[in-house]
């Protein structure tokens, strides 16, 4: 499985969305992830919520095999009841 993580620099529910992602890689052969800065890459709020089929609000904001899962609060509950986090 595959998480991208959309982020800015600076946001601790960002940090923390990757270190959960970064623990499930050293836990799980299966996971991978990538970090994406919307800053570096020029994407606005509006783009994301194109990519997730709704309004989007804060970040950072989570797909698992391009399924949008949320932000880092909805990422830790499914990691923790789906991927034995």
Same mark, same amino acid.
Do not use: W
């Given at each position: 499985?595959?998480?991208?993580?959309? &982020?800015?620099?600076?946001?601790?529910?960002? @940090?923390? !969305?990757?270190?959960?992602?970064?623990?499930?890689?050293?836990?799980?052969? +299966?996971?991978?992830?990538?970090?994406?800065?919307?800053?570096?890459? &020029?994407?606005?709020?509006?783009?994301?919520? @194109?990519? !997730?089929?709704?309004?989007?609000?804060?970040?950072?904001?989570?797909?698992? +095999?391009?399924?949008?899962?949320?932000?880092?609060?909805?990422?830790?509950?499914?990691?923790?009841?789906?991927?034995?986090?």
């Amino acid at each position: 499985m595959f998480v991208e993580i959309y &982020g800015r620099p600076g946001c601790p529910y960002c @940090v923390r !969305a990757v270190q959960v992602a970064e623990e499930l890689t050293s836990r799980r052969d +299966d996971f991978s992830f990538r970090y994406i800065d919307i800053y570096e890459q &020029g994407l606005s709020k509006d783009d994301l919520a @194109v990519k !997730a089929g709704k309004p989007v609000q804060t970040v950072p904001q989570i797909f698992l +095999d391009e399924t949008h899962i949320g932000g880092c609060t909805d990422f830790e509950a499914y990691a923790r009841a789906n991927l034995g986090l």
